[in-house]
């Protein structure tokens, strides 16, 4: 039970890079890729292909399965044969995008393409030919693929290079524990914190919320010397629920104090994820989507028109970066609108799509947009729901706040920031 | 194939040059430049005895550039890799452990015969190497090696070894210990073997749960696969198992919080206390609901998994149906996998928020998504006895938009709920008669039609309604005949003195015009019932059906059970048996061909089966065997067909409407038997059927009816469903 390998296809559905395959047929890897770009040219929307698609194989005996991602421009496949986990392809294959990214920042194919002798070791490193992962934590990644970084290329021009020059890596692995590296030396000893919440939720037309639920995360940017044993304690922890967390998190302790108590593995990591459910009487507990929208839509032969009105709820808060977004339906050609506070819209043909964007919703006025649109469909079908995203800068749903970072097994004193980030992503029935 | 002359011009001969330079740099540069050809499918291959000689360096980047090119030729051209066997050996007693590890690894993957007999010796140190990162890379090289010589695993004691290894002081190495083991054990059964190869003691379950916690994702699964092939000795064992599982629920990996969720189920059987079950159940929620924060992809597998687990505990959700709701933006199969998910959840309390989401639903642009939406609509009716009045209102409601899909979507929704609540909406029926002629798919009218002639006494012009379907019958497709013969039937003897001529008229055209012998046969039927003895006409045509359930499960108890066992694999995403769907690898071939040859068999046994109309638990099993369900012209493959067959789609257990001629029959005979067996199982239901065809029907044409063609397979089994459903 394992997975059969790798290959990543640029947004035309050409092969980038491909893992060994080193026992299987040399179609094999092939098949999927044509099984995949066939799955996704007969299908309407490209969403709508299934994640695990059927793939019959080269003779009758041995079908297998290719599960697929798409990332960026770029789609990742996981062919597998054999009755095995999907969701650990897609366990592998998100781990293995989050690893390119962590090497190369933005993922492109010229990136990829540029960096291939990485992306190769990488393969070899990750994913045993057997199908097993290996390593795949970026702390011990590092020690045996060096990134690309420009030290690394000025080293390899003067003639210093590869692995055996560095002196930390002669015993990889060495450290006792295995999400830490062992020998970390910082001159400034600091850690990050970013607070992302993200609120989903789902508007009915009077206005309350069906469904409105905040999924949080903790990331972590850890530049400590040596082998810190942290222990991170925050405000409002008990409206936290369904928590999932790194594996250095003694989960004891979090079950007993709610207090998060770990030794970080070092650089960039994700130390937890939570639901956010606010304490309330009643039994479901709903966050509050800040803000209202104001719809009228009303529908005609070969067209409609839209007003709508915009206000925040937030008192002192600005909204960013707000999109407002209507499917107007199969044959839509056009729009005209008006929209205040010089706010933009844009109408997308292709996708059919009406938006409005504001830069900067402010918790006082009012925003309209008003206008009109046009259809070769006799009856338009706009979608049910206007889409809304937005971001909050500098604010959290569930105001957590870091009150105490106490550090042991090391004697000097970090510095601390924590940042908080909140998103929106709500549709809004009419 | 004998090795080439070096090249002599072109961009092969200048990287020869190169790979043969002083300057250590263009020779890296250059194996860089002969491995990017490489993966372009450029040959390459000529180049061999110059990349060759750069393999013995202190550059482990450089080291590993070359062995990626040996790998790529391993297969094509094994003689040549013979030429490195002596540095790989050479490098497995290297200082760096990088390097060892990195040398016994290659050797594995490089499925050279010849490189193999190389290979005991130097994988013999690895094994017992100081460096946790060489044995346990050494570890999985045993899984190789077996794969393509399990002999010299066996004669070299490497099984022993790897046994003894799980008690290792560094996690990771257990780890990788066990996946090997699980590999060998796997590809043993594969290929017959009978002893067991990897059996899980008490001793190694105590070692494997310490290791648990201390190493990666990948291994934590592995781990806990292997624990769950264990069997409990005692409940106070299963308690103690699940009690370290648990905290695994808490992983921030979804592959490890599933294949917990497995082991808790396996292990919660051996479990006695009651009150640690429903504590444990109630623990597997929270991740679960987790899960659907994850991108869709990961939902899509989780929300499978979960429908499975709702149907062998319908209790772990209960007060989480509101992050089911569906968002527009969606992808299909997330949402109609939420769809089926929210009517599992539904009960009298939700059920209000689920109706206007539902109707919300109905009114999308997506018209799959809007008719299973307005299936789902009458699942809840069906399922909820309190709520059916308000799914009836949303319907009528629906049909007041006159979108022609969502009409005819709801007719047939509107039908079973008449065959669960049998005269209860009669108010409805104007309504539904108003909208007969938007109805043009088959399976709108025959619901229609049957409504009809259920209620023909009800309803005033009765006579003129089918009237209009008699005039047009024989352009109507078969469903749609058969549904019209049996409501003017039904009408003939409950309206006698108006609808004679009627009667008349569809059973001369359905004995004489007709070209389908299913609706010839069911018109001779009816002819001889109503000539002979119209008392037994009535008795049977007019008989009362028992109404129709909701069923809990999708598949039988038995598959039920097997596929929890196999939560998150493949098997419990397609809910189906992993045999029906995969073969057991590159090994297995034969083994597969023997499966293929059993399922053969099955079919024929189902259309035996079918033959005989045998019900009861021979049935349900086979409902199992739906390995070739026609795939609706569908892009999607096998998963879509599944989402298709696994929707438990009230409408197809309506016997009434089935294009399928034997659920009409049994449903016009199902009478004569009915009156004896009210219970589940069916006492005798061959009894009933025979008494039907036997003394009554025209001698040429009964036995058509008996064989269906291959091709109605799939409608055959959800016959069978009927069956059950029936009695």
């Known amino acids: 039970m394992a997975i059969d390998g790798l290959i990543i296809l640029d947004n035309t559905g050409r092969a980038i890079a491909q893992s060994g395959f080193h026992s299987f047929p040399s179609a094999y890897p092939l098949l999927h890729i044509d099984a995949l770009n066939s799955a996704l040219a007969n299908s309407p929307r490209h969403t709508d292909v299934d994640p695990v698609i059927y793939v019959q194989g080269l003779n009758l005996d041995t079908p297998s399965a290719c599960c697929h991602i798409r990332r960026g421009e770029l789609r990742y496949l996981c062919p597998v044969s054999g009755d095995v986990d999907p969701l650990y392809a897609f366990a592998f294959l998100q781990t293995f995008v989050d690893i390119l990214r962590e090497y190369f920042g933005h993922l492109s194919a010229e990136t990829l393409k540029d960096n291939f002798d990485i992306v190769y070791q990488l393969f070899e490193e990750t994913l045993d030919s057997g199908g097993h992962p290996l390593t795949t934590s970026p702390n011990a990644l590092r020690d045996i693929v060096l990134p690309p970084t420009l030290l690394h290329k000025v080293l390899s021009v003067a003639g210093v290079s590869g692995l055996a020059s560095s002196s930390a890596n002669s015993h990889p692995f060495a450290s006792p524990i295995p999400w830490r590296k062992a020998g970390v030396r910082y001159n400034n000893n600091e850690i990050y914190f970013d607070v992302i919440e993200t609120l989903e939720a789902i508007v009915n037309k009077n206005g309350q919320p069906a469904v409105s639920t905040v999924w949080g995360s903790v990331d972590s940017n850890c530049k400590l010397s040596g082998t810190p044993d942290l222990l991170l304690t925050s405000s409002n922890a008990q409206s936290l629920m369904d928590c999932s967390f790194h594996p250095c998190v003694r989960l004891q302790r979090w079950a007993r104090d709610k207090v998060l108590s770990f030794v970080p593995p070092d650089g960039k990591f994700r130390l937890m994820d939570y639901r956010f459910a606010p304490a309330t009487a009643s039994a479901v507990s709903q966050a509050a989507v800040p803000f209202i929208l104001r719809t009228g839509v009303a529908v005609d032969e070969h067209g409609g028109s839209i007003d709508l009105t915009l206000s925040s709820r937030l008192t002192t808060r600005t909204m960013e970066n707000v999109y407002v977004e209507l499917y107007l339906g199969e044959g839509a050609t056009g729009a005209n609108c008006l929209a205040s506070h010089n706010a933009s819209w844009t109408f997308n043909p292709k996708s059919q799509t009406l938006v409005w964007e504001l830069k900067a919703v402010v918790p006082s006025a009012n925003y309209t947009f008003r206008g009109s649109f046009t259809s070769t469909a006799e009856n338009p079908r706009p979608s049910r729901a206007f889409s809304v995203r937005f971001e909050i800068p500098q604010h959290n749903f569930s105001a957590i706040k870091i009150e105490q970072l106490k550090l042991t097994g090391e004697v000097y004193k970090p510095y601390k920031g924590m940042r908080g980030t909140s998103f929106g992503n709500v549709e809004w029935r009419w | ?727």
């Open chain 2, 1 to 727: 194939m004998s090795m080439r002359a070096p090249p002599r011009k072109g961009e092969n001969f200048e990287l020869a040059a190169d790979l043969n330079s002083e300057y250590k740099e263009k020779r890296k540069d250059a194996i860089k430049r002969v491995i990017a050809n490489m993966t372009v499918q450029k040959d390459v291959s000529g180049l061999f005895p110059d990349v060759l000689k750069n393999m013995q360096t202190d550059d482990l980047e450089q080291k590993k550039l070359v062995y990626l090119y040996l790998m790529n030729y391993a297969k094509t051209q094994p003689e040549l890799v013979i030429l490195a066997v002596n540095t790989f050996v050479k490098d497995t007693d290297d200082p760096n452990p990088l390097v060892r590890a990195l040398a016994i690894r290659t050797m594995g993957c490089l499925r050279a015969e010849k490189i193999i007999d190389y290979l005991c010796d130097p994988l013999q140190k690895c094994l017992k190497d100081d460096n946790p990162y060489v044995r346990k890379t050494a570890a999985l090289c045993v899984a190789k090696l077996y794969d393509l010589k399990p002999e010299l695993v066996i004669e070299n004691g490497f099984l022993e070894q790897l046994r003894d290894m799980i008690a290792d002081s560094n996690p990771m190495v257990v780890a990788n210990t066990v996946e090997a083991l699980s590999d060998i054990h796997i590809a043993a059964v594969a290929s017959g073997a009978t002893k067991d190869t990897f059996v899980v003691t008490t001793d190694i379950v105590n070692k494997l749960l310490v290791a648990l916690n201390e190493c990666s994702e990948w291994g934590r699964v592995a781990i806990l696969n292997a624990l769950s092939r264990y069997t409990a000795e005692d409940a106070g064992e299963s308690e103690h198992i699940c009690e370290r599982v648990v905290p695994q629920f808490q992983h921030a990996n979804a592959s490890v919080v599933l294949t917990a969720i497995k082991v808790i189920m396996i292990h919660m059987r051996g479990i006695n206390s009651e009150s640690l079950t429903k504590t444990l159940i109630r623990k597997m929620a929270p991740p679960l609901v987790t899960l659907l924060s994850n991108p869709p992809e990961v939902q899509w597998v989780a929300l499978r998994n979960i429908n499975l687990l709702l149907q062998k505990r319908p209790d772990i959700l209960t007060n989480e149906m509101r992050v089911f709701f569906c968002k527009y933006n969606d992808p299909l199969y997330v949402k109609v996998e939420k769809l089926d998910i929210m009517v599992r959840l539904a009960t009298e309390h939700n059920v209000d928020p689920l109706l206007s989401e539902l109707k919300e639903y109905a009114q999308e642009v997506d018209v799959d998504f809007v008719r299973r939406s307005i299936k789902a609509i009458g699942q809840t009716a069906i399922k909820i006895d309190e709520a059916a009045e308000r799914c009836v209102n949303v319907l009528l409601e629906l049909i007041g938009t006159r979108v022609s899909y969502v009409v005819q979507e709801a007719v047939v929704v509107m039908k079973d709920i008449f065959r669960k609540y049998p005269s209860t909406y009669e108010g409805v029926i104007p309504t539904l008669c108003a909208n007969l002629d938007e109805l043009d798919e088959p399976e709108a009218k025959a619901s229609l039609i049957w409504i009809i002639g259920e209620y023909a006494k009800k309803i005033d012009n009765a006579d003129e309604l089918l009237g209009i379907f008699v005039d047009t019958f024989t352009e109507e497709s078969y469903p749609v005949q058969l549904q019209t013969l049996t409501a003017v039937v039904k009408l003939y003897l409950q309206k006698p003195e108006s609808s004679q001529g009627l009667v008349q008229k569809v059973l001369n055209t359905a004995t004489k015009d007709c070209d389908s012998p299913d609706v010839r046969d069911r018109a001779y039927i009816y002819w001889r019932l109503l000539s002979t003895d119209p008392g037994a006409a009535k008795a049977v045509v007019l008989a009362v059906r028992p109404p129709i359930t909701l069923p809990r499960t999708t598949v039988s108890p038995a598959l039920l059970e097997e596929l929890l066992g196999e939560i998150p694999l493949l098997a419990s995403v397609y809910h189906k048996p992993a045999e029906t769907f995969v073969g057991r690898g590159r090994i297995g071939a034969d083994s597969m061909q023997r499966k293929g040859t059993d399922l053969a068999d099955d079919r024929l046994a189902t259309q035996k089966a079918l033959q005989t109309v045998a019900a009861g638990q021979q049935a349900e099993n086979l409902l199992d065997f739906d390995d070739d369900v026609p795939n609706d012209g569908q892009p999607s493959g096998l998963a879509a067909t599944t989402v298709l067959a696994s929707t438990p789609a009230a409408a197809n257990l309506l016997a009434g409407t089935s294009s399928n001629p034997l659920d009409d029959l049994v449903s016009i005979f199902g009478s004569a038997s009915l009156g004896a067996t009210s219970s589940p199982a069916p006492a005798n239901p061959m009894g009933g059927f025979g008494f039907g065809t036997s003394p009554l029907a025209p001698a040429p044409a009964v036995t058509p009816v008996l064989s269906p063609q291959p091709p109605a397979q799939p409608q055959a089994q959800s016959g069978q469903d009927d069956l059950l459903g029936l009695f």
